[in-house]
Each structure stands twice: as structure tokens, then as C-alpha cells.
């Protein structure tokens, strides 16, 4: 197990510096001289050699990676050139209002995904699993933007149950947030519901065919105790780590939904940089995503590790 | 009873010697829903191609008279906030959806597939390289390198389809990297070897004949994955720019005459489903075709 963790945390880091290379390469792909877009109406030459020489723009690029990396090390992610503030300051602003928008989505997209998977494999190619199959293939297939839309729609203007955008903090009044955070949480933990539920099926249908769910049955125990506990806790393993791995995608569907409901978290954060051009915080939003991403990956192989006995034990 | 066993063996020889690709195309056709899926991309790409003729109006052309008008005869689904037909805007749009579908596939596949390739067929360094390469593309998730990359790129349709094809090259990496692997062990492909064919003679004619049914399962899913994320970056506004049509563009101009005009929302996004929807059945038949063990 130790050596399976070990290669694992070993990958870890090449990953993470071909990831910095990647994100650092993205500037490169901008068309123009970044000090004259950071110069704006400003063309004096002399500002624009100081802006080239501030931000080590005048240096070979390997020194600007190296430059840029040191920094990041340090917990320097740049400064944003619109705000004027420190992108990690940003980041971790922003970050704790998409981690419960995220986390919600989660314990939702579970909630939905997991017992209509179970449903789906139990009444296998009858009307119940067909149902659930057209409903998980509908939920991959619908834009979440589009749903947002349809709901604030229907929910928030014609029923007019819940408000259509903003978002309170937590800590400052937990009803009123969760009033403004249950609908956008619900959009973005529709696909993942949608890929739980086919997983949690492909799992269950698996399992249900083992000699252990044989025997449990010669042994004439109840169809819902042989289902729960011995088919569903064996079939769950791969479920829980495919969850944790798709926790990072939860990331990348937060862009559009908090622009949807105009909540102000990670995904608006890298959406209003991109119109402002402010492109040290579009680098480091996806710096910190895609760190974020590979740890939740090691994470995911921790939990499968310990969940499942066989590699526990090897 | 002879001739009864004559005739079973007559059919099981028969079976025998259809090729695997026609017995895929009998199973694919006997999906009723894959081939639903079928029918209504076909509709789209018919629509697609003859918009100029099909579409009831210009899709750019405004009037301040009809400004958000509900949908009625004279346009089926009502005017937008410039007074431009909603319905010949939805079918251009189909056109830029459509080919950023497939366009930014055949950009990731076009890469990724020789990659994969080479990466599963060489073996070694070269695919140690390769993996990092992938995993570091896919620790990013999709959207967000997307946009990134839409941004430092600039906004517009052919950017963001060379941001979504270059974001979707490392998952072709990956399946035909897999599929390689899998075929490269088969008993003919040493027999190439043996017979002492090159290395790129036996990777081109001998294994990639055979990565081609995981490929093709994944470009109609990834063409599903592609139309949303084209529309995604138009709904943000880095893809198609106004005042050319496109779905994702509709959908964020809706936005704002949600009350007052919902239509503008509702049919665009319609379509983005069932193209989306259909591409997605289509690429679940095709899988449970290709590969029936996997069902």
C-alpha cells in the first residue's frame, strides 16, 4: 500500500511543474506585448521599458519562468492588474464561496445520483431503469447555464419561491444562504448526479452478479438487506472515488453557473479577469484549479486505497 | 430435422463470414434510441447546411418594430431584443455549433490519436513522456483551461475551437494510447513484426485499423462534450461574437429579458439539449455496438 501511495505522491510533483510551465506558456499565447496592454493609453516608451523591466518582461523566458515559479513557491501568485491586489488575496477570497457552492452540489448531485443508480441496476431493463437511464442521459446533456436560466425562470420569477441571483455568506445568515445557494448548487451538481447514477448502476450491476450476493440470498436474507449491505458497500468503492475525482470537475461547471446566478466566487473571479484582460489572475485561477484538481486525484487514490481491503492489505 | 440443422448451420456459417463492422452496423440499427439520435443530427446537419434557404428571414437583420415580440405565425419562435427572428437565428447558429463540434474533434483527434499511437505502440521513454504530458493537460479541468485559453487567445468562434480541440486532444490521447496497448499484444501484429515490416508500417496498417472503433465511440461523445463547451464560451462571450449567430450568444442576451421575453431562452437552449442530447445516444449505441461485451 505504501509503495502504491509513494509512486502516487512521486507523480505527483512532474505533474504540478509541467502544470506551472503550462500555466506560465499561456501568457505567451497572448497576442501583443503585455506592458502595452498593462500601460493602457500610456505609450511612452520610458513607462513601457519600466512596466517590461518591473515585471521581468526584458529577461529570456526560461529567467521568467524561473522568476514567475519562485514566486509562486513563496505564495506569490502575481499581482492583478486591475484590482491592484495580491491574486492570492483574491483567490482566497473567492475560493470558500465556490467550496460551498461546490460542496452543496456534491451532497446533492449524491443524494440523487447514488439511489437512482441502485434503482436503475435493481429493476434492471424494466420501466423504472429505462426512466432512470433517459433521465441520467438528459442530465449529461443539458448546458448548465441553460438550466440555470430555466430555473430562475420558473422557480424564482413565475413561482418566485427562491431569489434569482446574489448569494449571502454563510456565517452571516445560514437560511438566507442556503435560500440563495440550493438552486445554483442543484445546476451544478446535475452532470455529476447524471455520472454517479451511471456509475453507481454499472457498479451495482456488477456486483449483484457475485457469489457473495448469492450466497447472502441462499441464506434467504431480506432482497433489501442483500442489496444495501453487501451489493451496495462493495459497489460503492469505485462510486466514492470517482465522486472525489470529479469534485475538481465541480470547479470548471462553478464558471458558468455562479456567472448564471452572479454569485461572487472562483468561476466569476476568473470570468471578469479574462474581460478585464487582467491575466496574472486568469494564470493563477487556473494555477490554484489545477492544483486543486491533482490533489483531490492523490485524494481519490488515498480513499480507494484504504476502501477497498485488497490493496489495503497487498 | 436435417434439413432444419442444415439451414442453423447455414445461418450460423453465414454470420460467420459478416464482417465485424457489418455486424456492428446491424447491432447500432437495432437501438431504437441511437437511431432516434441519429435521425435528428441528420435534421440538424440538413438544417445546418441549407440555412440560406431554410431559415424564414436574415438572421441579422433587426427591426425596431418587432422588437421582443412572442412567437406567433409570422415568426414561430418571436423576434429578440433587436427585433431579429429568433427561429432563423437558431438555425445559423446550429451551422457555428455544428462545426465547432466537429471541427475542434477533429483538431484533438487529429493530434491526439497519432500521439496516442506512437505512445502505446513505442513503449518506454517516449510514452513516460507522454503520460506526464496528458496528465498535466487533464489536471486542469476542461472549462477552465478552455477559457484560459479562448482568453490569451482572443474571442472569437475559430479560437474557441482551437481551445476546445486543444483541450480535448490528451482524453484521444489516452483512449488510443489504451487501444493500442490492447491490440499491439494481438497475434497478427507480431506476425507483421516477424515478417519484418517497420515499426511505423505495423502501427499504421496493423493496430490502427483497430484503435479506430474506441476513437470513433469517443469523437461522437466528445463532439456532445465540444457543442457545449463552444456554447459555454459563447455564453461567457469569448466564442462566437455578435452579431453572428450562435447559440451560447443567444442564450446570454436572453438573460437580461428574462421576464419580458422568456422565448429568447428557451428555444436556443432547446436546441443546444437535443443536438447534445442525440449526440450523446448516438455515442452509447455506437459503444454498445463496437463493443457488446461492455453493456
Redesign the interface.
Known sequence: MKSHLGIRIA?FI???F??S??VFC??Q???GDPALVLAGEERDPEVLAQIRAELWLDRPLVIQYFHWIGNVLQGDLGFSWRIRQPVLQLVATKLPVTAQLAAMAFIISVSIGVPMGILSAVKKNTFWDYVANGIG??G????N??LG??L??IVS?QLGWLPPSGYVPLTEDWRQSLATTIMPAFVLGNALAAVLMRHTRSAMLTALEQDYVRTARAKGLMEMRVVLRHALRNALVPVVTLGALEL??L???A??TE??FSIPGFGKL??DA??NRD?PV??G??LV??SV??GL?LLADIIYVFLNPRLRTS | MSATTANDAGAVMAKAMQSPARLAVRRFFRRPAAVGGLVIISLFIIVALAAPWVAPFDPTQTSWTLIRKAPSWAHWMGTDENGRDVLSRVIWGARASLLAGVISVTIASGVGVPVGLMAGFAGGKIDMIIGRLVDAMLASPFLILAIALAAFLGPSLQNAMIAIGITATPIFVRVSRAATMDAATNDYVEAARALGNPPWRVAVRHVLPNIVPPVMVQATLAIAGAIIAEASLSFLGLGQQPPAPSWGSMLNSAQRFLTQAPWLAIFPGAAIFLAVFSFNLIGDGLRDALDPRAK
Not at chain 1, 449529461?140 to 448546458?143: E, G, N, R, V, W
Request: aromatic residues 10%; glycine residues 4%.
Open positions: 507523480q512532474p505533474t504540478i509541467l502544470v510551465i503550462m499561456l501568457q499565447l497572448m497576442p442521459l438528459a449529461l446533456s443539458t448546458p447555464f441553460w436560466i430555466m430562475i425562470l420569477v475538481g470537475t470547479l470548471s461547471g464558471v458558468l456567472q448564471v476568473i470570468v479574462v474581460f491575466y486568469v494564470q485561477v487556473v484549479t489545477a484538481y491533482i486525484n
